[in-house]
């Protein structure tokens, strides 16, 4: 695709409304942005977002993450550099951006009680949604990656 179909401005203003007002709810959630980068960056390589794949590597490796780790998420579960906190976070990301394969099940939801409280677990199932939702918008508008700059939504 060598065109972008729509973009952000062409569409109507009530279609992004609700999806900015979630991020800056989510922004002030208290959710570590370098673990929301991560899994943002996971479910996209899920979906096959190039738009957001090149926006949350550079937001990523903005908020200290290393390259090493993004370039191996896919891989997760066998590289010792994730945390238990992230590796449940990962795979919860996982279930529920493929929830085509079946429900979310205790034994990947149970995990994140360890490390997360029950409004934590919503505000990560709300961060998940959220980037499975801007995943589908980019790829039907066919948005052309590799222009993002660091912070371009933050208004």
């Known amino acids: 695709m060598s065109t972008q179909r729509i ?6 203003k009530g279609i992004t409304d609700g999806l900015f007002q979630s991020e800056h709810y989510l ?21 096959g977002c190039a738009y957001c794949l090149d926006m ?15 370039y191996s998420v896919s891989a997760w579960r066998e590289c010792p550099y994730y ?3 992230e ?24 995990p994140l009680t360890k490390f997360f409280s029950k409004g934590e677990i919503a505000d990560l199932t709300l961060a998940i949604v959220q980037i499975n939702t801007w995943n589908r918008l980019n790829i039907a508008f066919a948005s052309m990656p590799g222009e993002y700059q ?5 208004g």
């Open 150 to 154: 660091v912070g371009q939504f933050a």
């Open 87 to 110: 590796r449940a976070a990962l795979a919860y990301a996982e279930a529920v951006t493929n929830v085509n394969l079946g429900p979310v099940t205790d034994s990947i939801f149970d």
């Open 7 to 12: 973009t952000l401005a062409d569409a109507p």
């Open 83 to 85: 945390s238990e906190k």
């Open 27 to 47: 922004k002030d959630s208290g959710l570590d942005p370098k673990l929301s980068n991560l899994l943002c960056y996971r479910v996209s390589q899920i979906n």
């Open 56 to 70: 949350h590597f550079k937001e990523a490796i903005h908020t200290g993450e290393t390259e090493q780790r993004l």
